[in-house]
């Protein structure tokens, strides 16, 4: 029992559903950081959707929560979900790409609020937006 690590500590095996490399049937987003924020730009194939030729409702919020949390844990320390909030505000068509951004927009002792967005990256329209809530690590 001693070898084992704390139940609070987060390790990164490169299989996670929404960033992971290794999990075949991920999303396999790409994060990189500039100006305060994580983005990535992606396009979902049809394995994803839910109604025919939109990318199921799920997967945004996935996307979004995604998103977020790699800006918190980026730019603050390791921290996990505890809230998530979505507002969808245009279909997201398979095969159509986006660019999601994240940010951490509040940052209390042990806690923080990020914010995100997936737009269009043809269009800028705006597809949907989340906010989270965060419990930071120690």
Request: proline share 4%; charged share 20%; net charge neutral.
């Amino acid at each position: 029992m001693a070898d084992k690590e704390p139940k609070n500590k987060l390790s990164d095996d490169r299989y996670c559903f929404a960033c992971g490399p290794m999990n075949p049937i991920g999303l396999h987003m790409e994060v990189s950081y500039l100006d305060g924020k994580a983005v990535s730009r992606l396009a979902l194939r049809r394995e994803f959707q839910g109604w025919s030729d939109i990318v199921h409702g799920g997967l945004v919020a996935t996307i979004l929560d995604e998103i977020m949390a790699h800006a918190v844990m980026h730019y603050l320390g390791n921290g996990v979900t505890i809230s998530l909030q979505i507002t969808y505000r245009a279909p997201l068509h398979v095969g159509e790409e986006v660019q999601v951004v994240g940010y951490v927009a509040e940052q209390k002792s042990r806690g923080a609020v990020a914010k995100g967005e997936i737009r269009g990256a043809g269009s800028n329209n705006i597809i949907a937006t989340g906010e989270s809530r965060f419990v930071l690590l120690p």
